[in-house]
């Protein structure tokens, strides 16, 4: 059902809409201390913001979190937060950080209507654009974010782990771009899936080192690319492409990921002159979805679904999951230096996580997402390999865009929710990446059944 | 049954011995060492790799070759800390069926010999965390293990750990890295009890040909009555000898005995031949340093 929105709200908004545009396009959270977030002392709580130093150092969300790290790294991660701290808020660090965002990356991304997606399903739907980010997704955000903020830190190595490749990708090209040495880990079977990604970053001038250990897929590239650190910590950046990992990680990436949801916040007021009222987007480890949300957590009126990948059916076999849905069904435990849920066994080994798509094949999930979740904030749901696959040809077919197999997971929800009664008449999803990547993986699939 | 008391003695944890009046097994070996004047060889190897049953020879062949203090690795699926060697012995271990209980009923069944051993279990946190901590500890202390050591468990993580350890009479034993600033030192030090496992080198576990001048600039500034000792890349005699010079308490090998173990070649001959140089190269060195 919908929550309307009064018009003393509306004005608030506008009015803080309106005050963030005279302070320009580029805020981090938690750098300002706006009106609503005093106004709003609840923001802390929900989001897991914390705007204090105390709060921040712990970098814990509710249980989760924290830095469940090898101690050679915890000054690393030390001098981050304090590196982080300083450089926010640095007018030439934010003046880079615009500049590479619009000029390199090419944000804004429209707020695009899809007229024949709505008239499907009975709602409005609007369709965040992030697939028209330069490399094809999302994740040159916190790449452009994370690179200039080692240059700024004086390091000149950057390594970074890569599933499906867009993380990879963004990396080489921020790495080719400020001129890093750069080394990205990638799962030995995930090379020989994403043959072209990894061929792409070559161009790039980045190495890419296949995993050959454990499963050989994203997991085990981030063990690779957390070894590499223990040994190089001195001159390298370990810019990690998701919400996971220890703090400030997960604030990091959260609040350079936030562009998206600021974005939409604008553009849908400019449109609509209302918040909507639901966001949709897919989570792996959740970059896309709590880039989105995070804008919006304290706004209650406007209902957060996080879509991971129930792959080929929710369950698990001895060794591996057939799913990646680790907010869904995971339980809590310690994975890649975080406090979160996981896809484990009865006695903690970690679970291969499976699905048709290699950017939400993760065992693990961000921690704040983890705490959203359990706390009711963000809406956790799944879709399986083969409900993704048949939003991936609705979209192409319905408004000539190719989504993301990825992206093609919070699509599928469309279905589901428009069932369910959860997506109430205006909707956002975020269209996290675009599909090319997945032409192969899509013909293979067809040819086979 | 006589092996459980054996191994409750071995630690200094007998049944009926209230927490307050238990002596850490570790402690006492390394004092027991310093009264001699000698430095303590610590080895390690992964529980179950590979089989349990080879565990035990491989255990008994290491305290014949004078091993102190024997490390069982508990394995984990994402061993973040470990090196290609390390990492292949968990995923041998696992594959041969170690878990959680099986790993303590190993420990339990475990004959050192006369000679006292501490034995000590070295995992990842997510095992602790999700068989639950205080269960946990009460089954390392059950089986006789001394003490803990997990690599990816920093002291500010580590407080609900170190409670029920210190409840049961184990000890937990934290890491120093050559990036471990000088604070950061002293707060580590306040935690730690048995002994502090200074890394030797930035890096993950691994054998390597020499020792870096990055392990005595550190053990030169890690100024402590708790024993130290140095691990991270040492496979031999000389090397051992070295560590021990600079001032390191003991000594830690790990990768070049299961470099040994994965070869599968008169493994039991080889480990203790090996146990015994490195402790040579200790006594050795303690001679001259005395």
Redesign the interface.
Known sequence: MLIQISKSELQNQNSRINREKRQGAIKLTGTTTSESQIKNPGLEKISGQETGAKAEAKGKYGKYG???????????LEELVEGYERYKNDPGFLKELDHYLKDFGGRETPLYFARNLSKKYGAKIYLKREDLVHGGAHKLNNAIGQAILAKYMGKTRLIAETGAGQHGTATAMVGANMGFETVVYMGAKDIKRQQMNAYRMELMGTEVRAVE??SKTL??AI?EA??DW?????NTHYLIGSVVGPHPYPMIVRDFQSVIGREIKEQIMEKEGRLPDSLIACAGGGSNAMGMFHPFTEAREVRLIAVEAGGKALKCTEKAALHSASLCVGE??????A?TK?L?D?????LESESISAGLDYSGVGPELAYLADNGRVTARYVTDDEALEAFHELSRLEGIIPALESSHALAYLKKAADAGELGELVVVNLSGRGDKDLETVFSQMKGA | MSSKMEAGLRSGIGAGVKAETRISGISEKFAELKGRGEGALISYVMAGDPSPEATRDIVSALARGGTDIIELGLP??????D??TI?AAG?RA?AAGM???HFFELVEGLDTGIVRIPLVCMT????????GIEKFVTGSAKAGLSGLII????V??ASELRESCEKHGLDLI????????GE?VKK?LDRSSGFVYL?SR???TGTSSKVSGTTKELLARVETDIPKAVGFGVSNGSQAAEIRKAGADGVIVGSAFIKIIESGKNVNERLEALAKELKNGILEASRKGE
Do not use: C, W
């Open positions: 924290g830095q469940y790290v090898p101690e050679v790294l915890m000054p690393a250990s454990g997991k085990d063990n957390l070894r223990v040994t190089n910590v001195e809590e435990g310690v994975l890649h230096g406090r996981v484990q009865s006695y903690g080994q970690i | 984990f699926s994402d061993p973040v800390a090196g290609p990492q995923q696992l878990d959680t209980e990842y946190f997510n095992l602790v965390f999700r068989y690599p990816d468990l920093p500010e993580e934290f890491l120093i890295a050559p990036t471990t600033p950061r580590v890394v930035l890096g993950v």
